[in-house]
């Protein structure tokens, strides 16, 4: 199974600092949406693994949470693309939970629902918590300069990025890499 986990806020869409609460707030980052679809255009099954503390901060609900999601599916599925799954920790940073990433608890939820090792997969994300998750679950990791790693876009990298994560401008440039690729784990001189 050819397999692609994607945080969500700053990967896919705009983040914000007040939280992304409503429907009307997901917005799609330039390209993202057509970059997922091309991933699935080339035979790659793609999950979302996503920090969601609105939900246990109370400055959102899970009714408003699916209606985010149904409005990403749509707009997908406009463009022949498909998100197989969404994986989220509903929790705050103080209820200590081991779904919050930087832990490895989605990424292990996501491993034994579709019954694969993540060994490789590949992962993107906006930020060190992101690819530390993954990392820690074996998945290989990936940073797109969007979202809270957009100000590194002129040089630099966030602190705590895991060892051999690869830098890429945005989602879709991480797409264009994965596909030229194909199904060849990166090698990492250890």
């Not at 793609?46 to 959102?60: M, Y």
Request: aromatic share 6%.
């Amino acid at each position: 199974m050819k397999l692609v986990i994607l945080d969500r806020d700053g990967t896919i869409n705009s983040d914000s600092d007040e939280f992304v609460k409503t429907p009307e707030e997901w917005m799609p980052l330039p390209g993202a949406l057509e970059a997922i679809a091309r991933l699935n255009h080339a035979g790659w099954h793609v999950v979302i693994a996503s920090n969601q503390s609105g939900l246990g901060r109370g400055l959102f609900d899970v009714a408003s949470l699916n209606a985010m999601h149904a409005k990403m599916h749509k707009m997908l599925a406009a463009l022949g693309g498909r998100v197989d799954a969404v994986f989220y920790c509903p929790h705050s940073p103080e209820e200590s939970c081991n779904c919050r990433k930087p832990l490895s608890g989605l990424f292990e939820q996501i491993g034994a629902r579709f019954g694969v090792p993540l060994f490789g997969v590949p992962t993107a994300g906006d930020s060190a918590r992101d690819l530390q998750a993954g990392a820690a679950a074996g998945c290989e990791p990936h940073l797109v300069l969007t979202g809270k790693s957009a100000p590194f876009r002129d040089g630099g990298q966030p602190e705590g990025l895991p060892v051999g994560t690869v830098l890429h401008k945005d989602l879709s440039a991480f797409v264009d890499y994965i596909i030229e690729r194909g199904v060849r784990p990166l090698q990492v001189a250890i």
